[in-house]
């Protein structure tokens, strides 16, 4: 069984930076592909980003291409989103997920394991 637990989320001003976080437990994390979505108020959850064991990545919206930034440490096994430049519009509970693979994919059915959320607050 694998666990996810998100931490790092919070009220921040917009133009702030933020780290969210997700420590894996329970199952091998460097074998595969993890990834971070997002669901907004009102809204569907989207795909922000995903990266490979190796470090290889993709982003969702281009509205968050340039100032998020997904990371791994497979030693610790913690994924991270780095968000920089926030907006209002990023509000939002940020999940983290594992893939089924280790490729990358932007879909909601390639993921088989999700965490809680961690909440993400961004005031103008």
């Known amino acids: 069984q694998v666990q996810l637990v998100e931490s790092g989320g919070g009220l921040v001003q917009a133009g702030d930076s933020l780290r969210v976080s997700c420590a894996a437990s329970?199952?091998?994390?460097?074998?595969?592909?993890m990834g971070w979505f997002r669901q907004a108020p009102g809204k569907e959850r989207e795909f922000v980003a995903a990266?490979?064991?190796?470090?290889?990545?993709?982003y969702g919206p281009d509205s968050v291409k340039g100032r998020f930034t997904i990371s791994r440490d497979n030693a610790k096994n913690m994924l991270y989103l780095q968000m920089d430049s926030l907006k209002p519009e990023d509000t939002a509970v940020y999940y983290c997920?594992?893939?089924?693979?280790?490729?990358?994919?932007?879909?909601?059915?390639?993921?088989?394991?999700w965490g809680q959320g961690t909440q993400v607050t961004v005031s103008s």
């Open positions: 997920a594992r893939s089924r693979w280790e490729f990358l994919s932007a879909t909601e059915e390639s993921y088989d394991y």
């Open positions: 329970g199952d091998t994390f460097s074998s595969y592909a």
């Open positions: 990266i490979t064991w190796a470090g290889g990545s993709t």
